[in-house]
């Protein structure tokens, strides 16, 4: 089988474990908006969610990341993967216990902090039961796990929150529940005790992971506080109803980084593979220009639907301010579409081991996001931030641009991501003219659906070229 389909088919398995699973987190921004009491309480649990999202890579010393990395390299033994990994974990998930009584000088998470640390633990269990099942190839095993974790996690949010009326509460139950369950599961159908035992360790080994994934441990952090300081800054200086239909309106973009995360869970495997490889810069130049072309095609489709998405996945009714929320939308989600990108030059970092220039480069886009962040809020209040969050992920894919591509040489068409960036652009501008509330998304209508329907064609006919000519790799037996 050449490389290429088998890059398609490990997309196409994750993309059937994921697809049902992050459209039903996705629809769960409908229920979060109708059941908490307002935009402010929506607001609270996505700063706990983030608060999670940033302990995580701390507690774990992000050593998902090196479990795959390592766990996939034929010229490392699996059994001390997994032990330097479970040992690892261990060693952070007690440090973080004795220190967690610091997160109660956070006053906005104090009440839930007991329910945030486990939050924290049972996520890094399921990270290291799920990465280890993909790093030992089953990616079957790791597609159907994501379905059956995020059913479960819908399921525990709708009787908790839906039913029982708990709030802020339920939602963080239902996320140990489901990734308890989901991480026991992997753990039993998979066997992982076979390859657990304290005499697996090998200090040698432990110390290479621990070098590859420490500097990602802040690049993590870095990216959290890119993708959020501009809702921190939004509360602060216009209000918290504002950074909660902001952090709303944030959602609707994260379907264009779920087909990339989809697509980049079988790339990272591919890219392993092949990093020994004589014509890894033609597999990586030919793989760029089809991502480009897809993630551009589904940014145009999420940007002309934007009101109909907003409309359905945002409910109104216990706060009037949402029905704004598709404003925010479509500028943010050309800034996913760069950070889709970045991610992909993260690859190289991680296949080639740099991963300190991964932590370097996320640097400079947190820098220039939290200065924009304080100089154009105050003028122009949530675009501002809109701005700033644009500017960091394009200041990062410049840099990774030059850099990524020192340690894997390969062609990057500058021209096609300007034009494609452009398009996007004037269809922002088109959805921006249209005057549509919540309450009556029929008046989408006239000349604004025509002109989109253009642009969208336009972008088909920009991009369908590389496009087939990767589905032209595929086909071939050999390539």
């Not at 992971?209 to 420490?214: D, G, I």
């Amino acid at each position: 089988m050449n490389k290429y389909k088998t890059l398609a088919l490990n997309t196409v398995v994750f993309a059937i474990g994921s697809f049902g699973s992050k459209i039903l987190a996705f629809l769960l921004t409908k229920l979060y908006t109708k059941f908490f009491d307002g935009a402010f309480v929506f607001n609270t649990k996505e700063i706990l969610e983030t608060c999670a999202n940033m302990l995580i890579p701390l507690v774990s010393m992000s050593i998902a990341d090196a479990i795959i990395r390592y766990g996939l390299d034929k010229n490392y033994e699996q059994k001390s993967v997994f032990s330097n990994a479970a040992v690892i974990l261990m060693t952070g998930g007690a440090g973080f216990l004795v220190l967690s009584p610091l997160l109660l000088l956070y006053s906005d998470i104090r009440p839930h902090v007991p329910l945030l640390i486990g939050f924290v633990l049972c996520s890094c269990f399921r990270q290291l039961s799920a990465q280890f099942a993909r790093a030992r190839g089953m990616v079957k095993l790791f597609a159907a796990d994501g379905i059956i974790c995020t059913l479960m996690f819908f399921i525990a949010n709708v009787i908790l929150i839906a039913k029982l009326k708990l709030g802020i509460t339920g939602f963080m139950l239902s996320n140990m529940f489901a990734d308890t369950v989901s991480g026991i599961g992997v753990w039993c159908i998979a066997k992982h005790g076979r390859y657990f035992s304290f005499k697996y360790v090998d200090k040698e080994l432990l110390e290479t992971m621990l070098r590859f994934s420490l500097p990602l441990i802040p690049t993590a952090e870095l990216w959290l506080i890119t993708g959020f300081s501009d809702r921190i800054f939004v509360k602060a200086i216009v209000s918290a109803t504002e950074a909660g239909v902001y952090g709303a309106a944030t959602k609707i973009p994260n379907l264009l980084a779920m087909v990339s995360t989809i697509f980049y869970q079988a790339w990272n495997m591919s890219a392993i593979a092949e990093n020994d490889s004589d014509t890894k810069s033609k597999f990586y130049a030919q793989v760029y220009d089809a991502y480009q072309a897809l993630l551009a095609l589904a940014a145009g489709g999420i940007i002309a639907f934007d009101q109909i998405l907003s409309y359905f996945l945002i409910d109104t009714s216990k706060d009037p301010a949402y029905e704004h929320a598709y404003l925010y939308t479509p500028v943010l989600v050309i800034a996913v579409l760069m950070m889709c990108c970045n991610q992909f030059f993260s690859s190289i970092y991680t296949v080639t081991r740099h991963t300190r220039n991964s932590f370097w480069t996320s640097l400079a886009a947190a820098v220039v996001n939290l200065v924009l962040n304080a100089i154009l809020i105050p003028i122009f209040a949530v675009q501002g931030a809109i701005i700033a969050t644009l500017a960091s992920y394009v200041v990062c894919y410049v840099i990774r641009l030059f850099d990524a591509r020192r340690y894997v040489p390969f062609h990057v068409s500058n021209l096609r991501t300007v034009v494609n960036i452009v398009l996007l652009f004037l269809m922002c501008r088109a959805v921006s003219h249209t005057d549509i509330t919540a309450a009556d998304y029929a008046s989408w209508k006239g000349v604004v659906p025509v002109v989109l329907f253009i642009e969208v064609l336009a972008l088909a006919a920009f991009n369908f070229k590389p496009l087939l000519a990767t589905a032209n790799k595929i086909l071939k037996r050999r390539s």
